[in-house]
Nanobody
Framework: QVQLVESGGGLVQAGGSLRLSCVAS????????MGWYRQSPGKEREMVAT???????NYADSVKGRFAISGDVTGHTASLQMNSLKPEDTAVYYC???????????WGQGTQVTVSS
């Protein structure tokens, strides 16, 4: 099993910045990719940004140019720098890990991000 622990998040005004961090433990060597997803009330969980073992990144269109994912999957860490935050970014943000062999998903407990207008 893989455990993912997030830190960061909180309350910020529109236009502000926040940084989320995630550390993987347990059988973290099994990870092929790490990333961030978010879910707001009444909506499905959606991908925000991902990074693979070779450093390839992918972003949701809604956050391109504002968010930046960094980290080292082999080092079991991933961070999300969020700039120019908007009220619509308000959600619970979850760290995600993908198993390199089974493609199974691991999830952190989630951290709340609230952007006030």
């Amino acid at each position: 099993q893989v455990q993912l622990v997030e830190s960061g998040g909180g309350l910020v005004q529109a236009g502000g910045s926040l940084r989320l961090s995630c550390v993987a433990s347990g059988r973290a060597f099994s990870l092929n990719a790490m990333g961030w997803y978010r879910q707001s009330p009444g909506k499905e969980r959606e991908m925000v940004a991902t990074i693979t073992r070779d450093g390839t990144t992918n972003y949701a269109d809604s956050v391109k140019g504002r968010f930046a994912i960094s980290g080292d999957v082999t080092g079991h860490t991933a961070s999300l720098q969020m700039n120019s935050l908007k009220p619509e970014d308000t959600a619970v943000y979850y760290c995600h890990g993908e198993n390199r062999w089974t493609k199974g998903a691991y999830w952190g407990q989630g951290t709340q991000v609230t952007v006030s207008s």
